[in-house]
Nanobody, 125 residues
């Protein structure tokens, strides 16, 4: 089992950058694929990015590709989401998620068993 705590959210202006962090508890963090999702008010939680347990494979939603970068540091039990060129439509609560898989990383919400509490990102125009 793994527990997840996100941090790094905040209020920024359009065009700014933010780096979100997700710290995981447990000794087996390196065996988990990790994902970032977001949920805006009144909308479904949607996939943003995911990374395999090794960090060798990454996956992005079309809205994130080219602007966001997911990475992980298994020695620190932490996964990151670097967000550049932020837009008002990126405003949402951002959640990290974990799932034990042998290869790759899930890209759908229902495939993840473990979730953090979320961190708010607000981008003003």
């Amino acid at each position: 089992q793994v527990q997840l705590v996100e941090s790094g959210g905040g209020l920024v202006q359009a065009g700014d950058s933010l780096r979100l962090s997700c710290a995981a508890s447990g000794r087996t963090f390196s065996s988990y694929a990790m994902g970032w999702f977001r949920q805006a008010p009144g909308q479904e939680r949607e996939f943003v990015a995911a990374i395999s347990w090794s960090g060798r494979s990454t996956y992005y939603a079309a809205s994130a590709k080219g602007r966001f970068t997911i990475s992980r540091d298994n020695a620190k039990n932490t996964v990151y989401l670097q967000m550049n060129s932020l837009k008002p439509e990126d405003t949402a609560v951002y959640y990290c998620a974990a799932e034990q898989v042998r290869a790759g990383a899930p890209t759908t919400r229902t495939e993840y068993d473990y979730w953090g509490q979320g961190t708010q990102v607000t981008v003003s125009s």
